[in-house]
């Protein structure tokens, strides 16, 4: 299988700018683009360079948007997608039908294709494939952000220096940790009784749920550079990992 990386992730909120402001004053993270074209679906966003990734956040800005139901259905702010890029969507696809996995929305430009699969068909989160035109491994152009691969896109970042890890949360982490690793095709891992799955660079990591809301995307480690602010920082209902 051809190589896959965790290249976004996106976040779901109720308000977008309290949101904002939290990760601007928090994490010292800059807003490096708006997308206007999310209004299609309902929404409003922002996104944040960290390293060669990025962080999203939508808000719906009216009622019956598939963001809002997944924020009744969490019961608040949360994790929303994880967005990977991958070298070839052919053998993606391909999988999803093997695997009777629905795709609930396909984005497609000349330069820049993507397949947002059915969250109830993946468990815990909308997983999405992605192909980039012109982009390396790391780093690269990356459509959503309007970024053009001129430099790394979190560069001036003097925080939050990479973004390495996401957590998905379970009663039954097991069946889900299963779920990814059928669909990705990459092995599951057990290290110090946590469940792992290794992209190319970054890992998926597969807890209990615990906190009383359920399954879904939970927290994301980050690498910071100043040692007195690391420790677990609770922003948009993510527990953020401020780590060495």
């Known amino acids: 299988m051809s190589g896959i990386r965790?290249?976004?992730i996106c976040l779901v909120a109720r308000r977008l700018e309290p949101v904002v402001e939290q990760l601007q004053s928090v994490?010292?993270?800059?807003?490096?683009?708006?997308?206007?074209?999310?209004?299609?679906?309902?929404?409003?966003n922002a996104l944040f360079p960290?390293?060669?990734?990025?962080l999203e956040v939508v808000a719906?800005?009216?009622?019956?948007?598939?963001?809002g139901r997944y924020l009744d259905r969490r019961g608040g702010d949360g994790g929303y997608m994880v967005i990977t890029q991958c070298d070839d969507l052919a053998p993606r696809r391909k999988r999803c039908e093997a695997l009777s996995v629905r795709i609930a929305n396909e984005i497609g430009y000349p330069e820049y294709h993507e397949l947002q699969?059915?969250?109830?068909?993946?468990g815990a989160a909308m997983l999405s494939f992605a192909w980039q035109a012109g982009a390396r491994a790391p780093g690269?152009?990356?459509?959503?952000?309007a970024c053009h691969g001129e430099g790394e896109p979190g560069g001036g970042a003097s925080l939050i220096r990479a973004m390495?890890?996401?957590?998905l949360q379970s009663e039954d982490p097991d069946r889900l940790a299963r779920r990814w690793s059928d669909?990705?095709?990459r092995p599951v891992r057990v290290q110090d009784g946590q469940r792992l799955i290794a992209l190319d660079d970054a890992t998926l990591r597969f807890t209990e749920a615990t906190d009383g809301r359920g399954e879904g995307l939970a927290g994301l480690d980050l690498m910071c550079a100043d040692p007195a602010r690391r420790g677990l920082v609770l922003i948009s209902g993510i527990r953020f990992r401020l780590l060495a």
Request: a negative charge.
């Open 60 to 67: 719906p800005v009216r009622d019956g948007t598939t963001a």
């Open 140 to 145: 690269g152009p990356w459509h959503p952000a």
């Open 164 to 167: 390495t890890a996401a957590e």
């Open 50 to 54: 960290i390293g060669d990734k990025f």
């Open 117 to 122: 699969l059915h969250p109830r068909d993946v």
């Open 6 to 8: 965790m290249r976004q």
């Open 27 to 44: 994490l010292e993270l800059p807003v490096c683009h708006r997308d206007p074209g999310v209004g299609k679906y309902g929404l409003e």
């Open 183 to 185: 669909l990705i095709e």
